[in-house]
Structures are given as C-alpha cells and as structure tokens.
C-alpha cells in the first residue's frame, strides 16, 4: 500500500468515528454503550463504574493493578453467585492487550452488554462466571489516539539510552517458550521484554489466571485482524487436547459464519503456527500451558478495504456492533461447550 493511500485512510477513518460522535445514538436512552462508535480509555472507565454500581448483585469492579504509566487496569467479574460457586466454570475475555486493534473492544462491551443489562441467555449468566478485562493495554492503547494510530505495544521505557524506542509487546511478555519466537530488538513491534512477565500488564493477566486456575475452563484474547480462531502452541507442538481445542474452535466458528458479514471470509480455525506464524511468550499459550483446557486467540475481521495492510486495524463505524454480535454468537458456542463438559474433556 502507498504512504498516500494510507495517509487517505487514516484521514476517512477520523472522518467516520468523527461523524459518528456526532450523531445521536438510537440507542441513547439505553444503559449499555451504544456501538456505533470508539470509546476512550476515560469513557470505558467511567461505564465499567457505573455497570457496577447498577448491578451490584452481578458485578463485581476489580483493579487488577497499574500500567507502566500507572493507568488502572480495571475488569469485571460477572457472577450470579459471587465466584464462590466451584460448580461453575470461569470464562475470561481481554481486548486491546495490542493498543491499534480498536475493532475488539466491540467483543467486550458486547458481551457485557449481553450478560448483564440485556440478557437474551440467562443460562450463560447462571451457568457460569466471567471475567471480562475491556482495556489490557491502556498506555498504548492512548497512545494509538493521540500519539501513533498504529501503535501496538505498551509503553514502558527504560530499555534504550535516552529511549529512542519505548514499548514492549505484552503478547509476547509471558512465560510460555518466552524469547523463542519474538524479537530482543527494543525497536521491533515483536520485543518481547527484559524477561517473561517483565510488565506489569502482563503480570495482572497472569494473576488473574492463576486466582482462578481451577475454574478457568475457557480463556480468549480477542486481536484483529484476519477472520481466525487460532490456538497453541505457537512453536506448532499440539497441546494435548489439541483436538477437543480445533473442535470447539470449529463450532465457534461456525456460528459465527452463519452471521457475518457477506464481505467477509469465512473463519479459519488451526493452531497458531499453522495458520498463521510461529509465536512465543503469547497469553494464549500461557493460559493453555497452565490450564490444559481452552484458550483461543480471535482475529477478528479487518477493514474490508485494508485486508494484507496496515489498514486492516482501522474502523468502519458501520462494522462495530456487527463485530460485537458476531463474536458473540461464537463466544456463546465455545461458553456452553465449556459449560456442558466442565472438567470432562
């Protein structure tokens, strides 16, 4: 892609979310966030407080710990029964753990939207309890606003002399073959850290796991972009449900095929290094070494006019409350498999 094709793209993309802060929502009178538009680190703040302090009898509002910039990491567990029912299984969704992939804080937000102001599947609610972290990432994630769209990293300094580069890859930050397959290079999108876990973003999604390490039946990071359900390891050695982990994968997926977007490709299910490239010291494969059961990446779909680019991680205002359903639909296949076989396969 040229620099003024995507110098034009950048510009329609702030034209489009600009449009659609202006317009008036029809869904304006409604509690949860409309998803017509991106919303801040500040505004997702401020709505997981109040989402809290409406239903506390669901809701529980957690600070898991500071970024590099000291942002807090807020998240939400959901939870008819407090998490202190050891029946039920623990399902926990981050976005935004790569601060440009703006599309995936839809999957979040949808799912809060679903699982507490506007339940269609008490079940899922019932059933089961959620851990829902909207914003892994809040320094890059700022700084993809009002610093460098494309952002994707953190933000820690420290690593250079006079910190020519800043930043470190947090899906590459955790003890799982840290190093392997990633960057010691400060300046490379894929720097994986002084060491594995070096970050306290990472740290906090690592403390998370192991909080609920006997519960924790199904683990997703949701990234863009490429239509893709991926799972460990990222070397390309099979966990050893490898093929429970392709199934579920595929009945995710298959949900989400039937309601997606006629321009968009059908979803690939494989393991990571198969379909996509060898990667190491990911959460994905954290979670899958830790817990054996099942952690998935989703690739949500690209900027239709930017698949192969760049501009595959901007936004069409159109497309987010589509990619939030979407997801959804497969979300809810993978949640009820988790649930009917909980700590059987």
Partial sequence: MSLDLALRLLDLEDQLLADARRKKSNRAESEALPLDKIYTYEEIDEYL????????????????????????IKYLKISTTNFQNSSK???????????????TQSATLYAIEKLIIDVEDSDL??????????????????????????????RATGYMVGDVCVGVDLNRNFDSNWSSHSSNIVCSDLFHGREAFSEPESQIVRDIIEEHIDRLELFLDIHSFGSMILYGMGTGQLPPNGLFLHLVGIQMAT????????????????????VLYQASGSAQD?????????????????????????????????????????????????????????RNA
């Fill in 89 to 103: 299984p623990v399902i926990y969704m981050e976005t935004l753990l790569h601060a440009r992939e703006w599309i």
């Fill in 255 to 274: 949900e989400i095929d039937k309601v997606k977007t006629s321009w968009n490709p059908n979803y690939i299910v494989g393991n990571v290094a198969a």
């Fill in 49 to 72: 407080e109040k989402i809290a302090e409406a239903h506390p009898d669901v809701v529980t509002l957690v600070v898991g710990g500071y970024s590099f910039e000291e942002r807090p």
């Fill in 125 to 154: 609610v019932n059933d089961i309890d959620w851990i829902i972290v909207p914003i892994a990432n809040p320094d890059g994630y700022e700084f993809s606003h009002d610093g460098n769209r494309l952002w994707r990293k953190n």
């Fill in 286 to 342: 954290y979670a899958q070494e830790v817990t054996n059961r099942f952690a998935y990446t989703f690739e949500l779909p690209g900027y239709r006019y930017g698949l192969g680019t760049l501009a595959g991680f901007l936004v069409d205002p159109a497309f987010i409350e589509q990619a939030g359903f979407e997801t959804w639909e497969g979300i809810k296949a993978g949640a009820r498999y988790v649930r009917d076989n909980y």
